[in-house]
């Protein structure tokens, strides 16, 4: 079973900064790219940003310029830095595996990101 950990959320005011990260096993690590999504209340999960095997990245348009999504393949983690951060971007963000369009693991509980004065 496929199982990464999510961790790093919080309180945050807006325009602060946060840093998630995703522990996954190493097999996982080295076979498939990883995503951070995000679940906002009452709206469906959307994803933020992908990092493939050689370190290629994408983002939702909203987070451009925003967020950076990196790899420490010593550490088998990934870590999503959100900076500039905004109440819309208050969500519980989950991590997942990917091979191409396929959804490789179970979904955690994720971690919390409140953006609010």
């Known amino acids: 079973q496929v199982q990464l950990l999510e961790s790093g959320g919080g309180l945050v005011q807006p325009g602060g900064s946060l840093r998630l990260s995703c522990a996954a096993s190493?097999?996982?690590?080295?076979?498939?790219?990883i995503a951070w999504y995000r679940q906002a209340p009452g709206k469906q999960r959307e994803l933020v940003a992908t990092i493939t095997r050689s370190g290629r990245t994408s983002y939702l348009d909203s987070v451009k310029d925003r967020f950076t999504i990196s790899r420490d393949n010593d550490r088998t983690t990934v870590y999503l830095q959100m900076n500039s951060l905004k109440p819309e971007d208050t969500a519980v963000y989950f991590c997942?595996?990917?091979?191409?369009?396929?959804?490789?693991?179970?979904w955690g509980q994720g971690t919390r990101v409140t953006v609010s004065s």
């Open positions: 190493r097999s996982i690590f080295e076979f498939a790219a």
């Open positions: 997942n595996a990917l091979n191409g369009a396929i959804i490789l693991g179970s």
